[in-house]
Nanobody, 130 residues
Framework: QVQLIESGGGVVQPGGSLKLSCAASASSFSSGVMAWFRQAPGKERDFVSAISWIGSGGIKTYYANSMSGRSTISRDGAANTMFLQMRNLKVEDSAVYYC????????????????????WGQGTTVTVGQ
């Protein structure tokens, strides 16, 4: 069983930055995919970004159009932790951000799908605005 714990959410002004973290338990897999999804009040949960790896290499990153150019996803394999650096945040980025993980393999088509992921965190809230 993989446990995922998100952190880094908070309140930020429009145009500001936040860095989210997702720490996976020590029993996480050596190859797989980790992703960020977000859900705004009254809306469906949407894909934000993902990172896949094979062993210590084979890194691939994926971004939704909504955050492309304004975010960078990365992973520290030794610490089993994934990060999402978000920049130039907008009011519409306000949401609960969820971390997800799966041992994979996933395809380009399946990476953005909620149903592709076995493990989920509890979420961290990002609020953009005064």
């Amino acid at each position: 069983q993989v446990q995922l714990i998100e952190s880094g959410g908070g309140v930020v002004q429009p145009g500001g930055s936040l860095k989210l973290s997702c720490a996976a338990s020590a029993s996480s897999f050596s190859s797989g995919v980790m992703a960020w999804f977000r859900q705004a009040p009254g809306k469906e949960r949407d894909f934000v970004s993902a990172i896949s790896w094979i062993g210590s290499g084979g890194i691939k990153t994926y971004y939704a159009n909504s955050m492309s150019g304004r975010s960078t996803i990365s992973r520290d394999g030794a610490a089993n932790t994934m990060f999402l650096q978000m920049r130039n945040l907008k009011v519409e980025d306000s949401a609960v951000y969820y971390c997800a993980a799966d041992p994979g393999p996933l395809t380009v088509a399946t990476v953005p799908r909620e149903s592709s992921y076995t493990y989920w965190g509890q979420g961290t809230t990002v609020t953009v605005g005064q």
